[in-house]
């Protein structure tokens, strides 16, 4: 089976909710955006999460958000997995890399992650913070590309960021300061393009259902397959 969740920043309890300790060597659990557990390879408690998450019987797969350890991220050798190309962290993790369409369990999910921090003010460059939090020009054409392949249909779209009119109705909703940024605006072309089932993204730390079609995850563990 499938299971999408949001951000995970690095804690551990996210991986201890009850529903996860039943999976299995056929499951897969999709993290959709700041990971945050390979971050600063010299902190020994980080050691130990990852020695912890590697022995999970299940598969995590990740896609980056705008608080991930990017110098670590892209020195990894790209690997094809499942249809994509992703980084092999280890035997069970995998970072689903951005603009790739990968198969799982004969369903399709278009990946696109990064976004922007809102508190780049506070980070130091190379230190708790990388420029390439956002997706490069190539990392854009390339989802275009991968999505023009799969003659625009695609089962599932997993992201950090959410379309436009996401936001826009989630700042109705909640009154919160949300800036629109150009990722916004390149995901909403995509919405209007592609025929998909679903989409899920979890850069805003809220579960709530945006539409029937669209849904922002955060601590919820959904099944999707």
Not at 135 to 152: C, F, I, M, T, Y
Request: net charge negative.
């Amino acid at each position: 089976m499938i299971y999408i969740t949001g951000d995970t920043h690095g804690d551990l309890s996210c991986f201890k909710n009850p529903k996860l300790s039943k999976l299995g060597e056929k499951d897969i659990l999709i993290v959709c955006g700041d990971f945050g557990f390979i971050w600063n390879p010299k902190d020994p408690n980080e050691q130990k999460n990852m020695d912890w998450l590697k022995k999970r019987k299940y598969t995590i797969c990740f896609v980056d958000g705008a608080h991930e350890n990017f110098d670590i991220l892209n020195a990894y050798t790209p690997y094809r997995w499942k249809g994509g190309n992703a980084h092999k962290i280890s035997d069970n993790i995998y970072h689903l890399m951005r603009g790739e369409v990968f198969t799982f369990e004969n369903k399709t999910f278009f990946v696109m992650g990064g976004g922007e921090s809102d508190d780049a003010y506070m980070r130091q460059d190379g230190i708790s913070w990388w420029e390439s939090e956002l997706p490069s020009a190539e990392d854009l054409k390339n989802g275009v590309s991968n999505l023009q392949d799969s003659e625009r249909t695609i089962n599932y779209i997993l992201t950090y960021e959410a379309p436009t009119i996401a936001k826009e109705i989630l700042k109705q909703r909640t009154n919160q300061n949300i800036i629109i940024t150009p990722l916004n605006t390149y995901l909403q072309e995509i919405m209007h393009n592609i025929d998909y089932m679903h989409w899920y993204f979890g850069s805003l730390h809220i579960d709530l259902n945006i539409s029937k079609k669209m849904t922002a995850v955060f601590n919820e563990i959904i099944q999707v397959s």
